[in-house]
Protein backbone atom coordinates (compact mmCIF):
# COMPACT_ATOMS: atom_id res chain seq x y z
CA UNK A 1 0.00 0.00 0.00
CA UNK A 2 1.00 3.38 -0.95
CA UNK A 3 2.13 5.75 1.95
CA UNK A 4 -0.48 8.24 2.22
CA UNK A 5 2.26 10.90 3.14
CA UNK A 6 3.66 10.32 -0.45
CA UNK A 7 0.74 10.39 -1.97
CA UNK A 8 -0.03 13.79 -0.17
CA UNK A 9 3.35 15.51 -1.39
CA UNK A 10 2.37 14.73 -4.99
CA UNK A 11 -1.19 15.98 -4.18
CA UNK A 12 0.38 19.37 -2.78
CA UNK A 13 2.87 20.00 -5.59
CA UNK A 14 0.89 19.47 -8.52
CA UNK A 15 -1.97 21.79 -7.18
CA UNK A 16 0.68 24.53 -6.66
CA UNK A 17 0.53 24.39 -10.79
CA UNK A 18 -3.22 24.48 -11.07
CA UNK A 19 -4.29 28.64 -12.14
CA UNK A 20 -7.67 29.80 -11.64
CA UNK A 21 -10.02 29.46 -14.27
CA UNK A 22 -8.36 26.41 -15.91
CA UNK A 23 -10.52 23.22 -16.84
CA UNK A 24 -8.91 20.54 -15.06
CA UNK A 25 -9.76 16.65 -15.36
CA UNK A 26 -8.22 14.73 -12.44
CA UNK A 27 -7.55 10.84 -12.98
CA UNK A 28 -7.74 7.81 -10.84
CA UNK A 29 -5.81 7.92 -7.76
CA UNK A 30 -3.30 10.51 -6.46
CA UNK A 31 -4.98 13.15 -8.79
CA UNK A 32 -7.77 12.94 -7.47
CA UNK A 33 -6.25 14.01 -3.89
CA UNK A 34 -5.55 17.99 -5.99
CA UNK A 35 -8.72 18.72 -4.07
CA UNK A 36 -7.63 18.78 -0.72
CA UNK A 37 -5.34 21.26 -1.56
CA UNK A 38 -6.79 23.96 -4.18
CA UNK A 39 -7.71 26.20 -1.57
CA UNK A 40 -9.58 28.94 -2.71
CA UNK A 41 -8.53 28.47 -6.62
CA UNK A 42 -11.10 28.92 -8.54
CA UNK A 43 -10.23 25.84 -10.53
CA UNK A 44 -13.11 24.02 -12.77
CA UNK A 45 -13.02 20.35 -12.60
CA UNK A 46 -14.01 18.11 -15.44
CA UNK A 47 -14.62 14.06 -15.15
CA UNK A 48 -15.46 12.15 -18.36
CA UNK A 49 -18.41 10.87 -17.12
CA UNK A 50 -20.06 14.18 -17.77
CA UNK A 51 -19.44 17.03 -14.88
CA UNK A 52 -17.87 20.00 -14.78
CA UNK A 53 -17.81 21.98 -11.73
CA UNK A 54 -16.98 18.62 -9.57
CA UNK A 55 -16.83 19.63 -6.02
CA UNK A 56 -14.87 17.83 -3.07
CA UNK A 57 -15.85 14.45 -1.71
CA UNK A 58 -18.80 14.80 0.18
CA UNK A 59 -19.44 14.21 3.60
CA UNK A 60 -21.10 10.85 4.86
CA UNK A 61 -24.63 13.29 5.12
CA UNK A 62 -24.07 14.52 1.55
CA UNK A 63 -23.36 11.15 0.28
CA UNK A 64 -25.56 10.82 -3.02
CA UNK A 65 -24.87 7.28 -4.53
CA UNK A 66 -25.91 8.47 -8.15
CA UNK A 67 -23.15 11.68 -8.55
CA UNK A 68 -19.88 10.14 -8.91
CA UNK A 69 -16.84 10.52 -11.24
CA UNK A 70 -15.29 8.20 -13.64
CA UNK A 71 -13.78 6.27 -11.32
CA UNK A 72 -16.89 5.24 -9.36
CA UNK A 73 -15.83 7.60 -6.20
CA UNK A 74 -18.73 9.61 -4.94
CA UNK A 75 -17.94 13.71 -5.87
CA UNK A 76 -19.86 16.61 -4.87
CA UNK A 77 -21.04 19.29 -7.45
CA UNK A 78 -20.41 23.01 -7.01
CA UNK A 79 -22.75 26.22 -8.05
CA UNK A 80 -23.23 26.78 -11.79
CA UNK A 81 -22.15 22.92 -12.16
CA UNK A 82 -22.93 21.63 -15.62
CA UNK A 83 -23.97 17.17 -16.19
CA UNK A 84 -24.01 16.30 -20.27
CA UNK A 85 -23.41 13.41 -21.72
CA UNK A 86 -20.58 11.31 -21.66
CA UNK A 87 -20.12 11.67 -25.79
CA UNK A 88 -20.49 15.86 -25.41
CA UNK A 89 -17.53 15.34 -22.49
CA UNK A 90 -15.58 13.28 -24.49
CA UNK A 91 -16.12 16.35 -27.39
CA UNK A 92 -15.03 19.07 -24.66
CA UNK A 93 -11.18 16.62 -24.18
CA UNK A 94 -10.64 15.96 -28.42
CA UNK A 95 -11.62 19.44 -28.45
CA UNK A 96 -8.93 20.72 -27.07
CA UNK A 97 -10.76 22.62 -24.37
CA UNK A 98 -9.53 20.97 -21.23
CA UNK A 99 -6.55 22.87 -20.09
CA UNK A 100 -4.59 20.59 -17.62
CA UNK A 101 -5.29 16.67 -17.35
CA UNK A 102 -3.70 15.33 -14.18
CA UNK A 103 -3.23 10.91 -14.58
CA UNK A 104 -1.53 8.39 -12.61
CA UNK A 105 1.09 6.02 -14.63
CA UNK A 106 2.96 2.97 -14.62
CA UNK A 107 5.97 4.27 -16.90
CA UNK A 108 6.98 7.21 -18.45
CA UNK A 109 10.28 7.54 -20.57
CA UNK A 110 13.18 10.16 -21.01
CA UNK A 111 11.31 12.27 -23.24
CA UNK A 112 7.99 12.35 -21.59
CA UNK A 113 6.11 9.37 -23.21
CA UNK A 114 3.63 7.61 -20.53
CA UNK A 115 2.05 4.04 -20.17
CA UNK A 116 -0.79 3.97 -17.71
CA UNK A 117 -3.54 1.40 -18.62
CA UNK A 118 -1.97 -2.31 -19.36
CA UNK A 119 1.01 -3.92 -16.98
CA UNK A 120 1.99 -7.31 -18.86
CA UNK A 121 0.40 -10.57 -18.51
CA UNK A 122 -2.23 -8.78 -16.38
CA UNK A 123 -5.73 -8.23 -17.03
CA UNK A 124 -6.58 -5.66 -19.31
CA UNK A 125 -9.26 -3.16 -17.44
CA UNK A 126 -9.22 -0.96 -20.43
CA UNK A 127 -7.92 2.23 -21.51
CA UNK A 128 -10.18 4.96 -20.27
CA UNK A 129 -9.87 8.09 -21.28
CA UNK A 130 -6.27 8.16 -20.67
CA UNK A 131 -5.67 8.12 -24.55
CA UNK A 132 -7.93 11.23 -25.26
CA UNK A 133 -6.64 13.67 -22.71
CA UNK A 134 -2.70 12.62 -23.55
CA UNK A 135 -3.93 14.08 -26.99
CA UNK A 136 -6.40 16.92 -26.29
CA UNK A 137 -5.54 18.62 -23.17
CA UNK A 138 -3.56 21.58 -23.20
CA UNK A 139 -1.12 20.81 -20.76
CA UNK A 140 -0.60 17.15 -19.18
CA UNK A 141 0.40 16.53 -15.48
CA UNK A 142 1.51 13.08 -14.63
CA UNK A 143 1.26 12.05 -10.84
CA UNK A 144 3.01 8.76 -9.54
CA UNK A 145 5.77 7.82 -6.43
CA UNK A 146 9.04 7.27 -8.04
CA UNK A 147 9.13 3.47 -7.29
CA UNK A 148 7.20 0.75 -7.94
CA UNK A 149 6.56 -1.72 -5.13
CA UNK A 150 9.22 -4.08 -6.22
CA UNK A 151 12.01 -0.88 -6.23
CA UNK A 152 12.24 -0.45 -9.88
CA UNK A 153 11.96 3.07 -11.12
CA UNK A 154 8.54 4.34 -13.30
CA UNK A 155 11.14 7.02 -14.93
CA UNK A 156 13.01 4.81 -17.56
CA UNK A 157 15.08 5.26 -20.33
CA UNK A 158 12.21 3.51 -22.63
CA UNK A 159 8.78 2.30 -21.93
CA UNK A 160 8.43 -1.59 -21.28
CA UNK A 161 4.16 -1.18 -21.13
CA UNK A 162 1.90 -0.37 -23.73
CA UNK A 163 2.18 3.25 -24.35
CA UNK A 164 -0.73 6.18 -23.66
CA UNK A 165 -0.17 8.22 -26.79
CA UNK A 166 3.34 9.39 -28.20
CA UNK A 167 2.97 13.09 -27.03
CA UNK A 168 5.60 13.84 -24.47
CA UNK A 169 3.81 15.01 -21.01
CA UNK A 170 5.07 18.27 -19.38
CA UNK A 171 5.31 17.70 -15.69
CA UNK A 172 5.77 14.29 -13.59
CA UNK A 173 5.50 14.98 -9.97
CA UNK A 174 6.75 12.50 -7.95
CA UNK A 175 7.58 12.18 -4.58
CA UNK A 176 11.12 12.19 -4.99
CA UNK A 177 11.45 15.01 -7.25
CA UNK A 178 9.41 17.03 -10.24
CA UNK A 179 10.76 16.21 -13.60
CA UNK A 180 10.13 17.80 -16.95
CA UNK A 181 10.64 16.77 -20.40
CA UNK A 182 13.07 19.01 -23.12
CA UNK A 183 13.89 18.27 -26.62
CA UNK A 184 17.61 17.03 -24.75
CA UNK A 185 15.30 14.82 -22.69
CA UNK A 186 14.49 14.84 -18.31
CA UNK A 187 15.56 17.68 -16.34
CA UNK A 188 15.02 17.88 -13.09
CA UNK A 189 12.97 20.91 -11.85
CA UNK A 190 12.65 20.42 -8.34
CA UNK A 191 13.80 18.10 -5.73
CA UNK A 192 10.98 17.63 -2.91
CA UNK A 193 13.27 15.31 -0.32
CA UNK A 194 16.44 15.18 1.03
CA UNK A 195 18.42 13.56 -1.56
CA UNK A 196 21.17 14.90 -3.76
CA UNK A 197 20.93 15.20 -7.61
CA UNK A 198 23.25 12.64 -7.56
CA UNK A 199 21.48 9.73 -4.89
CA UNK A 200 18.16 10.18 -6.85
CA UNK A 201 20.53 9.44 -10.24
CA UNK A 202 21.46 6.45 -8.98
CA UNK A 203 18.28 5.18 -7.81
CA UNK A 204 16.70 6.02 -11.02
CA UNK A 205 19.32 4.48 -12.98
CA UNK A 206 21.46 7.22 -14.94
CA UNK A 207 22.35 10.34 -15.16
CA UNK A 208 20.16 13.23 -14.31
CA UNK A 209 20.02 16.90 -14.67
CA UNK A 210 18.72 20.45 -13.30
CA UNK A 211 17.18 22.02 -15.82
CA UNK A 212 18.64 25.57 -15.18
CA UNK A 213 20.62 27.49 -12.76
CA UNK A 214 17.72 28.39 -11.44
CA UNK A 215 16.33 24.55 -10.25
CA UNK A 216 19.76 24.05 -8.94
CA UNK A 217 19.63 26.72 -6.81
CA UNK A 218 16.24 26.27 -5.24
CA UNK A 219 16.97 22.88 -4.49
CA UNK A 220 20.21 23.99 -2.89
Not at 14 to 29: P, R, S, T, Y
Not at 158 to 174: A, C, M, N, Q
Not at 207 to 212: K, T
Request: aromatic residues 6%; glycine residues 10%; contains cysteine.
Amino acid sequence: MLSQDKRLIIAKRIAEELEDGQIVNLGIGIPTLVTTYLGDKQVFLQTENGLLGMGPPPTEECLDIDLINAGKEPVTYLKGASFFSSADSFALIRGGHVDVAVLGILQVDVHGEIANWAVPNQPILGVGGAMDLVAGAKRVIVAATLFAKDGSSKLVKELTYKTSGIRKVDLFVSDYAVFTFTDEGVKVVEILQDISIEELSEKVGFDLEYLNDLALLSNK
